[in-house]
């Protein structure tokens, strides 16, 4: 690996002066992405900024009136072991407990697998149908940008030269919600989703309030099938309403073929990983009604 410096520092004002001092700095959280790539020459840098120091992306916190703030370096073991939050997000505490295994567990961040922006990364499509919203600083302040509009291409996301993602905003659970991550995967473990399908309900009296879905792997970026949750808003919770969203996810979908998977195969793991995603996330909401 090429020789780089490093620093660590200890607020977010730090953090950002060294972003903006030397340009083309990256930042680190857990390193499980950024040191396997320059390892490899995939990604070159000469300074690295470990970020997992500042105070405001170590941040793990719910409470029901506010939602969850989930900094941007929190590492997946501290989401799923934290009692508060796997009550109010399983669905969150599934996905950190799926990312690699338990060693890269105890290093990879959520802010990192947004930050990679792989169309493959588990955790988006889930923080997406979540209504998550990135919260952004940098040099000319802060901002805030939804999570289906971070990722840009693959591997780019809209981050300005000397920004950092601080953290990720979850809303609060509204009463009778539901979410569900779903991947299929070529192995049990450590493989790269041949498809993923991230939804989230809300459902009262047996009618669907509202949904969102969202897909990993078939797209150049994670894709926020915005037509399938809309579909099913109004309508009675039934197989033909599960099947109709199932099949705009499969219509959305823009896969490639690969050594993982035909785009064919692909196209129809979305519309299967959406209803099975749908019907999990509707079993939780009846049991948290
Ligand atoms: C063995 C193995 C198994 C894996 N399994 C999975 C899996 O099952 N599912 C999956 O989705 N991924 C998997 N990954 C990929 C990786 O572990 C995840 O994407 C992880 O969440 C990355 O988090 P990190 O904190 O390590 O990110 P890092 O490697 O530290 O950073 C990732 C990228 O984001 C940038 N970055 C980090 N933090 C910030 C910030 N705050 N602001 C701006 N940019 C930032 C970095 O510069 C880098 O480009 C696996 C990796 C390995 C090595």
């Known amino acids: 690996m090429k020789w780089f410096d490093y620093a660590a520092p200890q607020s977010l004002d730090e953090a950002i002066a060294l972003m903006a001092a030397h340009p083309g700095a990256r930042p680190l959280a857990g390193g499980t992405d950024l040191l396997v790539q320059m390892r490899a020459g995939r ?22 009136v506010h939602g969850l703030t989930l900094g941007a370096a929190v590492p997946c073991y501290r989401i799923y072991h934290d009692g508060a939050v796997s009550r109010a997000y399983p669905s969150l505490a599934e996905v950190a ?36 919203r990135c919260r952004i600083a940098g040099p ?56 993923g399908a991230g939804v989230a309900v ?8 509202s949904a969102r879905v969202a897909l990993s792997s078939v ?49 129809h793991l979305c519309g299967v990983l959406t209803r099975r995603a749908l019907e999990a996330a509707v079993a939780r909401a009846r049991e948290a009604h």
């Open 43 to 64: 990604k070159e840098t000469d300074f690295v900024v470990d970020v997992k120091r500042v105070p405001e992306l170590n941040e793990l916190m719910y409470d029901p």
């Open 97 to 132: 407990a799926l990312i690699g295994g338990t060693q890269i567990q105890g290093r990879a961040s959520i802010g990192g697998n947004l930050c990679n922006a792989a169309p493959s990364a588990d955790s988006v499509p889930l923080l997406i149908a979540l209504g998550g």
């Open 140 to 195: 000319a302040g802060a901002r805030e940008v939804p999570v289906e509009d971070f990722c840009v291409a693959p591997g780019k996301n809209v981050l300005q030269a000397g920004e950092l993602l601080v953290s990720i905003h979850l809303p609060p659970p509204e009463p009778g919600s539901g979410a569900r991550y779903l991947r299929f995967i070529p192995r049990n473990e450590m493989d790269i989703a041949v498809a």
């Open 202 to 209: 809300v459902v009262e009296n047996g009618i669907f309030r």
């Open 219 to 267: 797209a150049p970026t994670p894709l926020f099938v915005r037509e399938a949750g809309d579909a099913l808003a109004g309508k009675a919770v039934d197989a033909a309403a599960l099947s109709e969203a199932a099949g705009l996810a499969r219509q959305a979908a823009r896969p490639i073929t690969d050594m993982r998977g035909t785009a064919e195969y692909r196209r």
